[in-house]
């Protein structure tokens, strides 16, 4: 599905990637973790074509990203911050991104899913952070791409839209979706994900099974083998 190769990337004198090389077969939930700076954003943004690599190559279904944009029409992104013009209503903002990306496919079900009928004709500068996110989730999963990117997709949620978005998340995979997530909050990767890719200073650390990493670094869970493997590099 993805494959990274030998990708560079610094800003000014900050080397944040250093030939990272990664391949993400099709179908699964694959996490992408690792501390402040590790590069988790500059990959997903190079694989978003947001970030411009240095060097190396990202490929997607066997075929380089490179001077071809139609490739993001196969993904839905879920952006960390919902960040969106506060004098839009709800519906105009979906009206809006549907215009742009054509016919969407689960719309209403998933303002059901996550109440958001209440909001539809409210400014987006009225709501809630947490009410924000529902729409920036509503915004990503109405669509139906083969490759699904959430940058934190957990912030701001309330423990029942939490475990809602978790179902959701899961019903992607079984539609045979490929799901990269990026999170810091452990208990919710290591409920949902196949597998984990650990970064430190721009390199993978670790890259398979939370149980693989937790025999590895001799640990109970996956919060305290992230903990023994930043200790043992003394981050």
């Known amino acids: 599905m993805v494959s990274v190769q030998d990708l560079h990337k610094k800003f000014g004198k900050n080397k944040v990637l250093t030939g990272l ?58 952006p960390q911050i919902a960040n969106f013009p506060s004098n839009l209503k709800v ?52 669509f139906d791409s083969p490759l699904v990117i959430l940058d934190e997709p957990t912030t701001g949620l309330d423990p029942i839209a939490l475990i809602r978005l978790k179902d959701l998340i899961k019903a992607e995979k079984a539609k045979g979706k490929t799901v990269l997530i990026t999170s810091h909050i452990m208990s919710f990767v290591e409920e949902i994900s196949d597998e984990i890719v650990f970064l430190l200073e721009g390199k993978i650390y670790f890259k398979g099974t939370i149980p693989a990493l937790k025999t590895q670094t001799n640990q109970p869970d996956l919060e305290h083998a992230i903990a023994s493997i930043l200790t043992t590099n003394h981050v």
């Open 91 to 142: 519906k105009e903002l979906i009206t809006m991104i549907k215009d742009l990306r054509g016919n969407s496919t689960n719309e209403a079900s998933l303002i059901e899913l996550f109440k958001l009928e209440p909001f539809i004709d409210k400014k987006l500068g009225q709501l809630s952070g947490g009410t924000k996110q529902k729409v920036n989730i509503l915004l990503t999963f109405m």
């Open 21 to 78: 090389d990664l391949e993400i077969g099709e179908g699964g939930i694959f996490a992408v973790l690792g501390p402040n700076g590790s590069g988790k954003t500059t990959l997903i943004k190079s694989i978003l074509g947001m970030v411009i690599p240095d060097k190396g190559t990202i490929s997607i279904h066997g075929k380089s990203i490179k001077k071809d944009s139609n490739y993001r029409k196969q993904i839905d992104y879920l």
